[in-house]
């Protein structure tokens, strides 16, 4: 007998005859495995929404404070909800709120960090045969104010549980089946991948595959809690989040991430001097912007160039800032492109097998795709292209990585 903790996202808890089909199936997997459950759900889908604008009608910047109060009741409904539909089918069970479980936050709202979890009475529910369904995406501060985690946060309380309680297995439920070599939007041939380690499921999620909230793979990494990936609607064994094995190893590299909205800017004929790299990016993260990959290259005539890139949301203001940069350090111009691309191939196999690079450029270059910038790290290569180039790019590299077949 086994604790899995199980976490379902607001698209499997949506409407009444979901959530009665959740309460069924999580009967059937008590009957047939015996294993102890404990349920964590989110808010039913658009619930977080409708409340949100409902805040704005009533203030143009609601506290973060009174936005946790209010959002955090929206996984409240389906605790309840859901309790009552596994005790109509006869399996009793325990609700609670992150604060009544006793989940442990910090103070800062909308965004608060799971500090410490008491699993006491969730032991002795689950003792007693208990399905203990627990509210996601918000704990408390041991002042006793209401927080919440940030959007997509009840991954992380799933996740944080599962720790906490030592589960063997924590499982999200989704409306996806797994986790794939790419999006199948881009490339149809794309596969579901029967595992993938902590490290490149961070890489694929901060670069764009919206299925787990980053924080949590994080969290499942740091505490070795085997994660699994898996749809609600369809049976099947989903994708297993895990450490690295040999036979991770073996495959040159596991998927292929890409960021349509990205921009880059360019300040040339910069002095090169001390100072140069923070003058420019200083009053870049003052504005609050974030910045991705950053390439400067070798002076010639004591002068150089710093290029990078940042969200294409932020590139009209970060081009008004070094505008004035320019000016200051007596550079010579500034130059922007907001029509360009991410691409990325991840992978451990990376380590371990050399030439991963010269292939990755050889590809594009046959499909006449012009690279703009690289960046590389231990198990991923990006490389920036232009943004009509993105389909091509993504379906040439999967491809030429053998992703298309078994
Ligand atoms: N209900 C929250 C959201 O929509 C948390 C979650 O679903 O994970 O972001
Ligand atoms: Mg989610």
């Given at each position: 007998m086994a604790l899995h903790v199980h976490k379902y996202g607001g698209t499997s808890v949506g409407t009444a005859d979901k959530i009665q089909s959740v309460a069924q199936k999580l009967v059937d997997e008590k009957n047939k495995t015996g294993n102890d459950l404990v349920v964590v759900v989110s808010a039913m889908s658009g619930e977080t929404n409708r409340m949100t604008d409902l805040a704005k009608q009533m203030q143009t910047a609601p506290s973060a404070k009174q936005m946790d109060v209010l959002l955090s009741t929206g996984e409240q409904v389906t605790i309840s909800l859901l309790c009552m539909a596994l005790e109509d089918l006869g399996q009793s069970a325990v609700s609670y709120t992150g604060s009544q479980v006793k989940i442990i936050t910090d103070d800062s709202h909308t965004k608060a960090r799971i500090e410490d979890i008491h699993t006491d009475k969730i032991n002795a529910d689950l003792a007693t045969g208990n399905i203990v369904v627990v509210a996601g995406f918000q704990g408390i501060t041991s002042e006793g104010a209401i927080t919440t985690l940030g959007r997509g946060g009840s991954d992380t309380t799933a996740v944080a549980l599962a720790a906490a309680l030592k589960a063997d297995e924590c499982r999200i439920y989704t409306d996806v089946d797994g986790v794939y070599t790419t999006d199948p939007r881009v490339e149809p041939k794309a596969r579901k991948l029967n595992k993938i380690t902590f490290e490149e499921m961070l890489e694929m999620a901060s670069l764009g595959s919206k299925i787990l909230q980053i924080r949590s793979v994080e969290f499942a990494g740091k505490y070795n809690v085997p994660l699994r990936v898996l749809s609600t609607f369809v049976d099947g064994e989903g994708t297993l989040i895990t450490y690295e094995d040999e036979e991770m190893e073996?495959?040159?590299?596991?998927g292929i991430a890409f960021n349509r909205d990205e921009a880059k800017v360019t300040l040339s004929g910069v002095p090169d001097m001390p100072g140069v790299a923070s003058a420019i990016l200083k009053p870049i993260s003052e504005a609050n912007i974030e910045i991705d990959m950053i390439v400067q290259n070798i002076a010639e005539d004591k002068t150089t160039d710093f290029t990078f890139t940042v969200h294409r949301n932020d590139y009209q203001k970060t081009m008004h800032i070094l505008q004035n940069i320019c000016t200051e350090l007596g550079a010579k111009k500034v130059d922007g492109d907001d029509k360009i691309v991410k691409v990325s191939i991840v992978g451990v196999g990376m380590r371990s097998h050399a030439g991963i690079a010269s292939q990755m450029f050889a590809t594009l270059a046959d499909e006449g795709i012009n690279i703009r910038m690289i960046s590389t790290s231990e198990i991923k290569i990006s490389v920036v292209v232009d943004e009509k180039y993105l389909e091509l790019a993504v379906r040439s590299l999967h491809e030429s990585f053998g992703l298309s077949q078994e």
């Open positions: 073996k495959a040159l590299i596991s």
